[in-house]
């Protein structure tokens, strides 16, 4: 039963530079969230989506942050231009909701670093 | 507000020594809780949730947690710690049964060190 997956697990860019990170969840999850973490400002969510649909983008730092979903087993989290200040693991997560469990489960992550 | 605390930033525990780690919430509604464990370099894993009835679950790796609707606690807690149980340990509610908001909320995080 394959989990969360995510791609790439490791980019290094330079500065200005697009940066696109790819999710896949666990089928059947109607939720999925993008997810920061630094060692500065700890585990942030970014966004998150309901049957593909954006719920709540609050926690987005910047118009250069952008993500879709644009179908239920596939969303991608997209950084341009890219800033040094932006580098950090980015984590995708997917679940069922409340009504089936309310867990989320995590991907390994994408440790970005931009130069 | 909903938001979850945990004290502690960073425990250091002997190698066979018993474990508590602590969690307070704030919630309006009766939520789930949970708590996740993260080693270097992976993702978050869940170690045990609770929902509701017996207010002591049992999670995976020898660890359980158990909640206390007086004080809005759900601390972890482990009777013997072994080395590889070193991680950050994340304390995190989300919505109860029919609840409609998705996301959890998590702690900061309280990062555990064992020495042997």
């Known amino acids: 039963d394959a989990g969360v997956i995510q791609s790439p697990r490791h980019e290094v860019t330079e500065m200005g530079q697009e940066v696109t990170l790819r999710c896949k969840p666990i089928?059947?999850?109607?939720?999925l969230f993008w997810y920061r973490q630094t060692m500065m400002r700890g585990l942030e969510l970014l966004i998150y989506?309901?049957?593909?649909?954006?719920?709540?983008d609050s926690g987005m730092p910047e118009d250069r942050f952008s993500a879709k979903m644009p179908n239920a087993s596939f969303s991608t989290l997209k950084i341009q231009p890219s800033e040094p200040r932006d580098s950090a693991v980015y984590f995708c997560?997917?679940?069922?909701?409340?009504?089936?469990?309310?867990?989320?489960?995590f991907g390994e992550g994408s440790r970005l670093t931009v130069l | 507000a909903q938001s979850v605390t945990q004290p502690d930033i960073h425990i250091t525990v002997s190698e066979g020594a018993s474990l508590e780690l602590r969690c307070n919430y704030s919630?309006?509604?009766?939520?789930?809780l949970f708590w996740y464990v993260q080693s270097p370099g992976q993702g978050l894993q869940l170690l045990l949730k609770?929902?509701?009835?017996?207010?002591l679950v049992q999670g995976i790796k020898g660890f359980e947690a158990e909640f206390k609707r007086s004080q809005s606690s759900f601390n972890l807690r482990k009777p013997s710690v072994h080395w590889s149980d070193a991680a950050e340990y994340f304390c995190?509610?989300?919505?109860?049964?029919?609840?409609?908001?998705?996301?959890?909320?998590f702690g900061k995080g309280t990062k555990l060190s064992v020495k042997p």
């Open positions: 089928s059947g999850h109607d939720y």
């Open positions: 995190a509610v989300g919505p109860g049964y029919g609840g409609s908001q998705g996301n959890l909320i």
């Open positions: 997560a997917s679940s069922g909701g409340a009504f089936k469990g309310g867990e989320l489960f």
């Open positions: 989506f309901n049957n593909n649909v954006p719920i709540d």
């Open positions: 609770y929902f509701s009835g017996d207010t």
């Open positions: 919630y309006g509604a009766t939520p789930y």
